[in-house]
């Protein structure tokens, strides 16, 4: 029974160190959340006017731009870019896994058709995957999944922009981002996009926000969504100077490059929610456990007391008897 409380009180002991790195973590994706929460709200009314801005100028500009190209199942260039976020660390509950999952279903989808993906990653969940089951990845960025900088962000728009307008014997016809969208603290959806190229619809056929990416709005990436609550009547009237076909060219670079901004964005507040839910739920069951073992010890410990008061008495018993 010695042997029982020992070892009760060293898994108490290492539950004690566990908890408090639990804590911690907990504490630190606390202090982080707010921030990046802020920054993935205001990012996305930024993102709504510049759709409409697209929008506008879409509606009244007839050009034919790479941006704007409709890939169809017959094109000359298959290749498909795919942005997978994940998390660069664990102990975020399933965040990282469920992006993989979609992102696993996103690729199987795409060699069926006929694609050939080629993968991005952003954090170092996404890259050990993929570079342990052998799948070639064109590029990585790591070190900053929780808190991405805007330079990061821009090197990493521009390196999907670039290989989108490469020529096709080099670059790719289609974007997606793999990514997961904040809803709330409690509630965070692995979302499929597809980024490029761009449907631009009028303002009065374009989607509302909550229906932004779906085929029913307009298509994946439609651009193009009104606040929630506009008054849809009479198309605006509009002057475009120099040009509506040269303020569209300026517009669409800097709208897909926001989009992918504000995904990114996006995916660090939704893990850094996942962190602190995933900690919290481990600091308590690492506090239960703590319980447990310490009743374990104490019932171990009245055992051997038990026991040494019994063998004592038989012991005097059988001296008085001899």
């Known amino acids: 029974m010695a042997g029982n409380q020992r070892v009760y009180k060293q898994r108490i002991r290492s539950t004690q160190t566990l908890q408090k790195v639990f804590r911690a973590m907990e504490l630190i994706a606390s202090s982080r959340i707010g921030a990046a929460r802020r920054h993935a709200q205001e990012a996305s009314p930024y993102d ?18 790479p941006l704007l190209t409709q890939i169809s199942q017959e094109s000359d260039n298959p290749r498909v870019a795919i942005l997978v976020c994940t998390s ?6 399933a965040y990282s ?6 992102s696993e279903r996103l690729l199987a989808q795409l060699v069926e058709e ?4 080629r993968i991005y990653t952003f954090g170092r969940r996404a890259q050990s995957y993929f570079a342990f089951r052998g799948r070639a990845i064109e590029r990585a960025w790591t070190g900053e999944s929780d808190r991405p900088t805007e330079a990061t962000m821009a090197e990493v728009s521009s390196a999907l922009l670039a290989d989108f307008l490469a020529p096709a014997q080099e670059g790719v016809g289609e974007v997606y981002i793999v990514f997961t969208r904040y809803v709330s603290m409690v509630s965070q959806v692995p979302e499929v996009r597809r980024m490029l190229p761009l449907i631009v619809v009028g303002e009065e056929e374009a989607p509302t926000a909550g229906d932004e990416g779906r085929p029913e709005a307009g298509g994946p990436g439609a651009a193009g969504a009104p606040e929630p609550g506009a008054r849809q009547g009479a198309p605006a009237l509009y002057e475009f100077e120099p040009s509506a076909e040269e303020v569209m060219g300026a517009l669409l670079q800097r709208y897909v ?12 507040a939704s893990e850094l929610a996942s962190r602190q839910q995933a900690m919290h739920t481990a600091t308590e069951n690492a ?7 310490t009743r374990l010890a104490n019932a171990a410990r009245q055992g051997d007391i038990t026991q040494e008061i019994t063998e004592i008495v038989s012991g005097a018993d059988a001296l008085g008897s001899g």
């Open 257 to 268: 490059a926001t989009r992918i901004r504000n995904a990114l964005l996006q995916s660090a």
């Open 48 to 65: 709504r006017a510049l759709g409409q801005a697209v929008a506008a100028a879409g509606a009244h500009a007839h050009l034919d731009h």
């Open 97 to 102: 896994a469920a992006i993989l999952r979609e």
């Open 287 to 293: 506090e239960d456990l703590i319980i447990t073992y």
């Open 114 to 117: 006929g694609k050939e993906p």
């Open 88 to 93: 660069d660390r664990g102990m975020a509950g």
